[in-house]
């Protein structure tokens, strides 16, 4: 049984918790230009809150993976404050702009398109959306209307081979199968519960759980949404959490993907502020609520490969611990920790593992949801759950963006690495979301895990990182764009080359027009990864971008 050890000493300075908090409203622009060309400090104290505002002048000068700001740092702080400054200004008319195309999206398809729409005005039939019903259809379900399975009888008889010990379901980057379920279930994810519970039973033939709305802390909503399934009700050998991505429209999701404050854990690295908070792991309001939520003392570190005793799964000291506390001070238990993910969907899992006694688990996600997918198992160490643990078969992101640093990665790697991978970051082309936050020789955020990275011609690639890896990269801008004329050519004609599953329709044709200007957000379109899975093939020798 392999272990790694860390017990905190309160007397170390490396255990006090660091933090680094960007807030883009709390200046204007003479005082970030300030902050970007200088080292003024009072300037700078209007956008970032750190931990130790003592030592901030000397980290100015400072920088690395320590946290230190470099004027490298500063650049990039700056970018992201402009963006987000930007996306806060767009926020209300992207949600109501978003809302509106929805409603025209299910009112043209509710009514059989424009034809069909003119009959039932005709004899007065005109059909009316309702959002959150069965029919009602989210913008990232119109633009990819696939819902059946690639490999369903496939998936069936590995899960029935692998409860009986064969080789059958297998986590490994060349399981098609899973692959498959996992970004079907990343692309359900964005759909309503009455959407998923429908497709999960009706169309792939498997049982429905739960869907959850939980408390989004950065966005001061109910937002983070993730839903569960089992391959059977009874004696099911496997259960999958989906986590919901980035919404085409909403301006916090697109806020959260560029946002650069972190929190550091102690000994284990630091993490993306803003997707703890998603998960409901604390406040940047209060940010001892993260030390809170998220450390324990004394706490033994075991990998993967270790053995676990039978038996039901308990209160670990972790979760007395979140019951205690919340944003406020008040206690977080029932009411604040019912409504956020970890703790919503760490119950539920509890309760589904002690009652399919050899099923195991798959997180997945895309976009954001790929964050939460992998930030999930990472708090299921940290809180010392090796009984959950033994029992996670994988974890599959697509497009996700870069969630700490090399510390967090190097650590995460011990427990996902033994004695078999269990987590595989899925990367299509030009896609800009796994490209952010920025990440250079010195700076913060950085990947880990083994990245399938997919061309536009859909040829697979096992690399440690994805090319041209921060998208603003010079020698790539020409790729990029013959890249995107090439997606939009193909978009045209893939329902004759590939078959009628692979056409797409004005809304994926009109993503890749976008594209022709910003080829890293067409490319992040779930239709691309769902043909990688499906269409994609080796690579014998490295490829280039195209």
């Known amino acids: 049984m392999a272990t790694t050890q ?47 505002s003592d030592t901030y002048a000397a980290e100015l000068l400072g920088g690395g993976d320590d946290g230190g700001i470099t004027p490298d740092h500063r650049w990039v702080i700056f970018v992201s404050i402009i963006v987000r400054k930007i996306i806060s200004v767009f926020g209300k008319p992207m949600e109501w702009s978003g809302c509106l195309f929805e409603f025209f999206l299910n009112f043209m398809s509710d009514n059989g398109g424009m034809l069909g729409l003119l009959w039932n005005l005709l004899h007065g039939k005109v059909v009316m959306p309702h959002r959150g019903s069965e029919t009602f259809i989210s913008a990232i379900g119109h633009l990819d209307g696939r819902i059946d399975l690639y490999t369903n009888n496939s998936l069936v008889e590995g899960i029935s081979e692998s409860a009986l010990g064969g080789k059958g379901l297998q986590s490994e980057s060349g399981n098609r199968v899973l692959m498959d379920l996992c970004m079907m279930a990343s692309k359900l994810a964005y759909e309503n519960a009455k959407v998923v519970s429908n497709v999960v039973n009706y169309h792939w033939k498997m049982h429905f759980v739960d869907f959850y709305d939980c408390w989004n802390d950065y966005q001061k909503d109910m937002s983070t949404q993730v839903f569960i399934l089992c391959d059977k009700p009874k004696d099911a050998n496997l259960i999958l959490i989906s986590f919901r991505g980035t919404e085409p429209f909403d301006a916090d999701d697109w806020s959260t993907d560029f946002d650069y404050s972190w929190y550091e854990i102690p000994r284990l690295g ?47 000291k972790a979760e007395k611990i ?18 956020t993910a970890y703790y919503a969907v760490r119950s539920k899992l509890k309760s589904l593992l002690n009652e399919h006694k050899t099923a195991k688990f798959i997180v997945t996600g895309h976009s954001l949801g790929g964050a939460l997918a992998i ?107 013959i890249n995107a004329v090439w997606e939009l050519i193909r978009s045209l004609i893939m329902g004759y080359t590939h078959g009628p599953e692979y056409k797409e329709g004005w809304l994926s044709v009109g ?36």
């Open 6 to 52: 860390f017990k905190p000493n309160s007397s170390s300075t490396s255990d006090i918790s660091r933090y680094l908090i960007v807030r883009p409203q709390n200046g204007g622009i003479t005082d970030l230009v300030r902050f970007l060309v200088s080292t003024d400090k009072a300037s700078a104290a209007k956008f970032i809150e750190t931990s130790d």
């Open 270 to 316: 630091k993490v993306h502020m803003g997707f703890l908070e998603a998960l409901g792991l604390g406040n940047r309001a209060n940010a001892s609520t993260f030390q809170s939520l998220l450390q324990v003392n004394d706490t033994i570190f075991t990998s993967s490969n270790a053995s676990t005793s039978e038996g039901s799964f308990t209160e670990s």
């Open 322 to 339: 979140g019951r205690d506390h919340s944003s406020d001070g008040n206690k977080l238990i029932p009411d604040m920790v019912e409504m």
């Open 375 to 481: 930030l999930f198992p990472t708090v299921l160490v940290l809180h010392e759950e090796r009984e959950i643990m033994q029992r996670l078969l994988g974890v599959y992101t697509y497009g996700q963006p870069r969630v700490g640093n090399r510390q967090l990665g190097r650590f995460m790697e011990d427990h996902l690495d033994l004695p078999v991978p269990k987590y595989f970051r899925v990367v299509y082309c030009n896609d800009l979301v796994p490209r952010l936050p920025y990440d250079d020789k010195t700076f913060l955020y950085k990947h880990f895990g083994e990245c399938l990275y997919y061309n536009s011609l859909y040829i697979e690639q096992k690399v440690d990182e994805e090319p041209n890896r921060n998208y603003f990269g010079i020698l790539y801008l020409i790729p990029e764009y």
């Open 511 to 546: 993503l890749r027009v976008v594209g022709l200007a910003i080829p890293g957000i067409s490319a992040h379109s779930p239709t691309n990864y769902v043909n990688s899975v499906r269409l994609g093939r080796d690579c014998a020798i490295p490829m280039a971008t195209l």
